[in-house]
């Protein structure tokens, strides 16, 4: 089984001196980079940029300012109308799937990557990843930090400055270090 094979199941794996995942995360990262040095106003180059990065995501359908960055790129579902601000890393040695219509604040941090806590395995550059997983219509404030397999339900928000450790039920508030629901959000606050 290859590095790669065992990254996408989820064994631990050797990230830092497998010859194949670092030239896959050169190119992706040179693609950033010249995403990242596109004028905004060249939608044309940006989306071909993008297609590029993200091949599981419509480049036409989303929007993300730059600067943006990313570790491989194929482990990426952004859906329908999903904005990311500023400043904005996905770390995708599992997969990030985020819903349709999710907006992501400037700052944020999408972190999939475990590594081990003895010291000797980690700088054997062992390391192993889980999914994040966020629902439609979400609302992720400035300078959050998602880390690995959560799930954030769909509807819900969370305030800046959070640090996500575990799952998020759908339709609540939730923020903090670490983040925690704070109140349910009903309908009549969502019409409001």
Same mark, same amino acid.
């Given at each position: +089984? ?37 004028? +905004? ?131 609540? +508030? ?19």
């Amino acid at each position: +089984m290859t590095e790669k094979e065992k990254m996408l199941s989820g064994q631990w794996y050797d990230a830092n001196f497998d010859p194949k995942l670092i030239e896959e995360r050169a190119l992706v990262k040179d693609l950033c980079l010249e995403l990242n040095a596109t004028r +905004m106003q060249d939608l044309n180059r940006r989306r071909k940029i993008l297609r590029e990065i993200l091949p599981n995501v419509d480049a036409e359908a989303i929007e993300i300012l730059s600067p943006f960055m990313v570790d491989y790129g194929y482990n990426i579902y952004l859906g329908t109308g999903t904005f990311l601000n500023h400043n904005c890393y996905l770390m995708d040695c599992a997969e990030i799937r985020l819903g349709k219509k999710v907006f992501v604040g400037p700052n944020c941090g999408f972190y999939t990557a475990i590594h081990p806590l003895d010291f000797v395995k980690r700088a054997k550059g062992l390391e192993m990843a889980k999914p994040i997983i966020i629902g439609d219509d979400v609302w992720i404030g400035g300078d959050v930090t998602i880390l690995p397999g959560v799930k954030i339900g769909r509807g819900s928000v969370i305030g800046a400055k959070s640090l996500v450790t575990r799952d998020i039920p759908e339709n609540v +508030m939730a923020f903090g270090n670490p983040c925690k629901v704070i109140k349910k959000i009903g309908l009549e606050t969502l019409l409001v």
